[in-house]
């Protein structure tokens, strides 16, 4: 069974997302994951500016012509940061999810928050809740990123999605993140575990060191068993989105455009060696 294989356009850097629409078809990929920022978050990522939850049906309907210029299909969309327990982010969240309805994806990837105390824990879930309550009414499902609060490793993954019960958020799997942020884990271990609520996958490679940035093409870290991860998915019918994020060295600065597209290359070839294509 074919996976259903997109990239994100920050494999790119700073080349920016539409520079990275205007490559991928180049080196084979038809689908792509876009993230959607707000101005704050995009000052953060050095990479020309993209889009955002404030734009306007003009500009979306200019990056939908883009896109099909190029033969790629959105097929999620990454609304990454802030913490959802603030109410300021909860109300930027929804208008990412307009954004991400506008493309026609049915999933997006973003942040399940961070709480310290029990009472911050039930107005987190409360507020999870209604986000999960719009994207449904948008036919989108929201699903959670690995990263430091309540989805910081499997097992808080596992108990955050469980105590929700929400039919429209799920999990979204990247493994190099588990790594990045946890000790002593086993990425493939940890998807086993969880895999019935993932509903995306990122495919992010790392050399498994904690708080190290860095992630390579695919294949060239050695911590992720990339056969594994498509056995596990492969084995409960899942077939994609997989996401190919590839975001390199810290600090490594705007790199030629054809240094990006071969690690794309490479991520692909590594994909066909672990049966993503078979």
């Not at 020309?48 to 049906?57: C, N, V, Y």
Request: proline share 6%; aromatic share 8%.
């Amino acid at each position: 069974m074919t996976a259903l294989i997109a990239c994100h356009t920050d494999s790119y850097g700073r080349l920016g997302p539409r520079r990275a629409i205007e490559l991928l078809p180049e080196v084979g990929i038809q689908y792509v994951e876009l993230p959607i920022r707000t101005p704050e978050e995009w000052q953060k990522v050095p990479a020309e500016p993209g889009l955002g939850p404030g734009a306007t049906l003009r500009e979306l309907d200019g990056l939908q012509r883009h896109i099909e210029r190029h033969g790629l299909r959105v097929v999620s969309c990454d609304l990454t940061g802030g913490n959802p327990l603030e109410p300021d982010v909860v109300a930027a969240i929804k208008r990412k999810l307009d954004v991400a309805s506008h493309f026609g994806v049915s999933v997006v990837v973003g942040s399940a928050g961070r709480a310290e105390t029990p009472a911050e824990r039930s107005k987190l879930d409360r507020n999870l809740m209604e986000i999960g309550d719009y994207a449904a009414r948008r036919g989108l499902t929201y699903c959670f990123d690995v990263r430091p609060g309540v989805c910081q490793h499997h097992r808080l993954m596992l108990e955050t999605i469980q105590r929700l019960e929400h039919s429209h958020l799920r999990l979204n799997f990247d493994p190099a993140n588990l790594h990045y942020y946890n000790e002593n884990v086993e990425s493939e271990v940890a998807l086993a575990r969880v895999c019935h609520y993932v509903e995306h996958i990122h495919l992010k490679d790392t050399p498994g060191v904690f708080q190290e940035w860095s992630f390579p093409a695919l294949g060239a870290g050695g911590a992720v068993d990339f056969f594994r991860i498509r056995d596990v998915m492969a084995s409960i019918g899942f077939d994609g989105p997989y996401s190919i994020v590839v975001l390199g060295e810290e600090d490594e600065g705007l790199l030629p455009a054809a240094t990006y597209q071969q690690r794309i290359a490479k991520s692909l070839e590594h994909l066909r060696e672990c049966g993503y294509f078979d």
